[in-house]
Every structure is written in C-alpha cells, then in structure tokens.
C-alpha cells in the first residue's frame, strides 16, 4: 500500500467511449502525475501537475485530458482512443514536482477494443 | 538527459547476494542515481538514491565509483519475493523527469 489509489483497476472500452481513471493520494503530496506504460515499452510521462497546476505535457494526444481539481485528485479522461492506446496507466504523487521520490499507485489496465 | 544502460535479465537464487550494474557514461554533475523496482501489475517503488560513494538503506545498497560513470545496486540475501523488474534511472537534481529504460527482469529460484 503505497498511500495512491486508482480506480477502475481494469478497464475495457470501444473507440467511440468515453471514460475517466481516477487517482488519489492520502500522502498530503502537492504533486501528482501520470505515466502509461505499454507491453513493448518503457514507462512513459505522460502529464505532470504541481500544486494543481500542469507543469509538463510530454506531447500527449489530445483524446487524453487531464484534471486535477486538488492536491489529491488527478484524471485523465479518455474520448475515441485507439487501440495502441490499451497499456497500463500509473498515477504517481511526490511532496513536489522536484522531488525524486516518487509514490505509485498500482495502475489502471486499459484495453480498448 | 544522461541514458542508462542495465542487463535485460538476471537469475538468482534464495539467500544469494545480487548486484545489478547500471552504465551511465553521460552522467552530469547535477545527477542524481535512483533505482526502482516493479513488480508485476504493480506501479514502480522507489528503493534507493545516490550520488557518490555508497548509500545503505534497510532494503539495499548503492555501490557508486569515484567517476560515477556507473553503480551497482546491490540487494543482500534476496527471496522469492524479491523477483521483480529493476530500474536504473540517472534524474537532475531538483528535477522530476525521470525516464525509465526497460530495466532489469530479476528472477530469484527457489
């Protein structure tokens, strides 16, 4: 238990849905970010937030929207994604966006059918 | 960004020490080296951070030489449930873009 949570744990959806993960931290950390992590790929960022505000896009598609209303609640809300979409997506939290350490939740596996 | 360079896979065996070595020729003064390690259908969990000499903590050590071009995370007496996927990361001090390479697959035998 790393203190971040994710939900739903397994996803499945069409091209033409659209759905959200959710991610909480109970660290009190002012950080929080999101990486996907594909089978035939390293972990990769994908968004990070600081204090609610996006500090980095790492020129992710557009059919993938963050929101981070505080602290301790990040999403990505998904619309008509493809299926090379389909990876694990990990949310991540740390005490700021400078601080190495970083915290993990156990990721949401997304298939997109 | 300085690019890191680990063995795709490792075996061990219970009770035996294990050393994973990382290359990272490019390392600049402000980096720091952290390794992470991943179970399966698990988000990454950090182990250990450091920037020269050797670092200890109650799960590893650290083993970096005095030109820092590489270092060797060193688990002692590994179980079971130490089979898991190894990270080396090289990350700037004070920044958070970590990069992940695609690590050390460890399996540890019975």
């Known amino acids: 238990e790393t203190g971040v949570t994710q939900t739903p744990r397994h996803l499945v959806m069409g091209m033409t849905n659209k759905k959200s993960l959710k991610c909480e931290q109970h660290?009190?950390?002012?950080?929080m970010y999101w990486y996907k992590q594909s089978a035939k790929k390293p972990l990769e960022l994908m968004f990070v937030?600081?204090?609610?505000?996006?500090?980095e896009n790492n020129s992710v598609p557009s059919r993938f929207s963050p929101e981070c209303p505080n602290s301790s609640h990040l999403f990505l809300h998904l619309h008509t994604l493809q299926p090379e979409d389909s990876a694990l997506y990990l949310c991540?939290?740390?005490?700021?966006?400078?601080?190495?350490?970083?915290?993990f939740g156990p990721g949401t596996r997304l298939t997109v059918t | 960004l300085a690019k890191t360079t680990q063995p795709i896979s490792m075996d061990s065996y219970e009770g035996q020490e294990v050393n994973i070595t990382c290359s990272h020729n490019?390392?600049?003064?402000?980096?720091?080296i952290t390794w992470y390690q991943q179970f399966p259908s698990q988000g990454p969990r950090f182990i250990i951070q450091?920037?020269?000499t050797k670092v200890t903590n109650e799960v590893a050590s650290l083993f970096i030489p005095a030109d820092r071009k590489s270092s060797t995370l060193s688990l002692p007496r590994v179980s079971l449930s130490d089979t898991a996927v190894y990270y080396c990361?090289?990350?700037?001090?004070?920044?958070?873009?970590?990069?992940f390479g695609a690590g050390t697959r460890l399996t540890v035998k019975p």
């Open positions: 991540a939290s740390s005490q700021d966006d400078r601080e190495d350490e970083q915290y």
């Open positions: 660290l009190g950390h002012n950080a």
């Open positions: 937030y600081n204090f609610k505000e996006q500090t």
């Open positions: 490019n390392i600049a003064t402000n980096d720091y």
């Open positions: 450091g920037y020269k």
């Open positions: 990361l090289v990350v700037e001090y004070n920044n958070n873009d970590m990069r």
